[in-house]
């Protein structure tokens, strides 16, 4: 069976820092990948979704980047956080485009 | 070219029924829907693939009109466990998917 982890499951950043949240997927091959945030009490916003190793498109031009160096792997980075970029960031995967959407658990980040 | 939810909120007693409606400006290609509780990832429900088709299990129930853009979530006798947000996510293209307002459901004894 397929199975999503994120880590962190919470983070407290100071503004200006770095960002890396990482996201993995297990039990499936060439999934596509997707990167989402949700404001306290606001939907979902897609971030980024990549249907292959090193292929990124971005939704949402900002100081967020994402990068996924292996098959099962995504990671959500920044080099300058933002008082703004708080929220619920949550990644999941499909196995194409218009097909389920499974969610990892989610990682809470608070930029102070 | 976010789907629109209606309503925004309902608070329903539990065994009531309650229909939430989702909205697109554009074509929708496909509908899923999810059910989100407070602080947890969403939870795929069901898909709906095709104008026409209906779907549902146990009493949630949900159709799809491909020529009035949109599709309509039915919860009939509702229960506690049923309280949560409920999103549509839909794409216009087979690598993009837009997730709908959102519809904040509470059951109340």
């Known amino acids: 069976s397929q199975t999503i982890h994120q880590w962190p499951a919470t983070l407290v950043q100071p503004v200006g820092s770095p960002l890396s949240l990482e996201c993995t997927v297990e039990?499936?091959?060439?999934?596509?990948l997707y990167w989402y945030r949700q404001a306290a009490g606001r939907g979902l916003q897609l971030l980024f979704y990549?249907?292959?190793?090193?292929?990124i498109s971005s939704e949402v031009p900002q100081n967020l980047s994402a990068s996924r160096p292996q098959d099962r792997q995504f990671i959500l980075s920044s080099k300058k956080l933002l008082l703004s970029d708080s929220g619920f960031y949550l990644c999941?995967?499909?196995?194409?485009?218009?097909?389920?959407?499974?969610f990892g658990p989610g990682t809470r980040l608070l930029v102070l | 070219q976010q789907p629109v939810q209606s309503p925004q909120a309902v608070i329903l007693r539990e065994g009531e029924d309650a229909v939430i409606n989702c909205s697109s400006s554009k074509a929708l290609y496909s509908v899923h829907w999810y059910r989100q509780k407070h602080g947890e990832a969403p939870v795929f429900l069901m898909i709906?693939?095709?104008?026409?088709e209906q779907k549902g299990h146990d009493k949630i129930s949900a159709s799809f009109n491909e020529k009035k853009q949109q599709s309509s979530l039915y919860l009939t006798a509702s229960q506690l466990s049923y309280s949560g947000t409920y999103f549509c996510g839909t794409g216009p293209t087979g690598n993009q998917f837009y997730f709908g307002t959102g519809t904040s459901l509470t059951v109340i004894p």
């Open positions: 990549s249907v292959g190793i090193g292929q």
């Open positions: 999941a995967w499909s196995l194409g485009g218009l097909e389920t959407q499974y």
């Open positions: 039990g499936t091959s060439n999934p596509n």
């Open positions: 709906l693939l095709k104008g026409g």
